[in-house]
């Protein structure tokens, strides 16, 4: 059964600092890979896509990696700012089923 | 704004009232998704709907049940729903590749409907 685990759980950082949130999964048969950002209250908002054939995406000050191998993702945010703030959220997509599967995410508080 | 809308934004009911919660999409989209965020938990994965047919019903008690008349539009019926329900409700919409493996692309979400059940 597919697992997903976000650490930190909480970051607090202040602004302009560079920072990395971390997705691991349990099983590394994964079609896919998405990272979404979703303000209190709100729905999700996707940021970025990686097919398990890729090992990046950027956008913007975002940068996503993947290692399918060992099971792990990485989303780099560069130069952070107040509006930054917000719950980060990795969805993995495959394995033995092929729905997403949600990690319970990373508040991130960006401190003016 | 996103292309997905849902109604409404936030309900209260007790547990014996029957409710229905909408959600649309204007993406031009063939598959809609009912997610479930409850408190503390990951989001979890209720009903898909691929080319209007339900492809996927992960273990739902049937106090909840969905309704997709056409591809742009689904709705959850909920009747005599329990306190532990309470949660932020949420639709999504894609594009599914007929005859892959299911949706591949990105799925864009509604804001949701916080839901409270007293």
């Known amino acids: 059964k597919q697992e997903v685990t976000q650490i930190p759980a909480a970051l607090s950082v202040p602004e302009g600092e560079n920072l990395v949130l971390n997705c691991s999964f349990t099983?590394?048969?994964?079609?896919?890979l998405q990272w979404f950002r979703q303000d209190p209250g709100k729905g999700l908002t996707s940021l970025l896509l990686?097919?398990?054939?890729?090992r990046e995406q950027t956008s913007g000050r975002l940068n996503a990696s993947l290692d399918k191998s060992s099971g792990r993702s990485t989303l780099y945010i560069a130069a952070s700012q107040p509006g930054d703030s917000a719950t980060y959220l990795c969805?993995?997509?495959?394995?033995?089923?092929?729905?997403?599967?949600f990690g319970t995410g990373t508040l991130l508080a960006v401190q003016p | 704004e996103t292309g997905v809308t849902q109604t409404p934004r936030h309900l209260v009911m007790g547990m014996t009232n029957k409710k229905s919660l909408k959600c649309e999409q204007h993406?031009?989209?063939?598959?809609m998704y009912w997610y479930k965020q409850s408190a503390k938990k990951p989001l979890e994965l209720m009903f898909v709907?691929?080319?209007?047919?339900?492809?996927e019903n992960n273990s739902v008690p049937s106090r909840f049940s969905p309704e997709c008349p056409n591809s742009s539009h689904l709705f959850l019926h909920l009747h005599t729903l329990q306190p532990e329900d309470s949660a932020l409700y949420l639709c999504?919409?894609?594009?599914?590749?007929?005859?892959?493996?299911?949706?591949?692309?990105?799925?864009?979400f509604g804001p949701g409907t916080r839901l409270t059940v007293l």
């Open positions: 999504a919409s894609s594009q599914v590749v007929v005859g892959g493996r299911g949706a591949v692309g990105t799925q864009y």
């Open positions: 099983d590394s048969a994964i079609y896919n």
């Open positions: 990686i097919q398990s054939s890729q």
């Open positions: 969805a993995v997509r495959g394995g033995a089923t092929n729905k997403l599967i």
């Open positions: 993406l031009g989209h063939n598959a």
């Open positions: 709907y691929s080319l209007e047919e339900r492809v």
